[in-house]
């Protein structure tokens, strides 16, 4: 991991009442609603305060999500009971995680780009192992160009994503968008500014 401690950095930022990157999904992920359809069952990976997993839930998906932080499971907990939608939350470690085989219809990876090059390999092919046939990934993440922009995300490059190595990492999946960009980001204090994007939607061959 890119921390010593990383349950205890995140429960760290997550710690205050606001909530760190926003209520509001993640713009890349509530465009991409042709993707989803009610009763699909989804995952959101490292899903913090609940921002990406309720809005999930409100296209009414069945949706499960996880994040190392207690504290911001929690926060995620009552967001989705205020927000009248049930999200199935666990506290977890991603590089611990036992991934299921062909069990999700939509995987949500919105700027999980605090693993080294090695862990993030693994937690690539449980994504993939996740997916049902049919099944679509829908990724966002910071190109190494975001380290000038200082915006968001690890100040790390080998954390980084390309297009090559995206296209190489899910090469079992057929890539149906892959683009890069320099947009915007307004996701409370932990993403704000001009940003090195990132974004894929990818499904698993049936």
């Excluded at 829908?138 to 995300?153: D, K, M, N, S």
């Amino acid at each position: 991991m890119s921390f010593a401690d990383a349950a205890k950095t995140w429960n760290q930022r997550y710690a205050g009442e606001a909530f760190l990157f926003g209520e509001a999904p993640n713009a890349f992920l509530a465009a991409s609603r042709a993707w989803l359809a009610p009763g699909q069952r989804a995952l959101s990976i490292a899903d913090g305060e609940g921002r990406n997993s309720v809005w999930l839930a409100r296209q009414g998906l069945e949706v499960d999500a996880f994040d190392i932080a207690e504290v911001a499971v929690d926060k995620a907990r009552r967001f989705a009971a205020r927000s009248g939608v049930a999200v199935r939350y666990a506290v977890a470690d991603i590089l611990q995680l036992a991934w299921p085989s062909a069990c999700y219809d939509v995987i949500a990876a919105i700027f999980i780009q605090f693993a080294a090059p090695a862990e993030r390999e693994s937690i690539f092919r449980g994504i993939v192992s996740a997916l049902r046939p049919g099944g679509a990934l829908l990724l966002q993440g910071y190109r190494p160009e975001q380290l000038a922009y200082r915006t968001g995300g690890p100040p790390l490059a080998e954390n980084m994503y390309t297009e090559p190595l995206l296209r190489e990492a899910f090469a079992a999946l057929d890539i149906r968008h892959l683009a890069s960009h320099d947009d915007i980001v307004r996701e409370g204090s932990g993403h704000n500014g001009m940003s090195a994007l990132i974004d894929m939607v990818a499904v698993k061959p049936r």
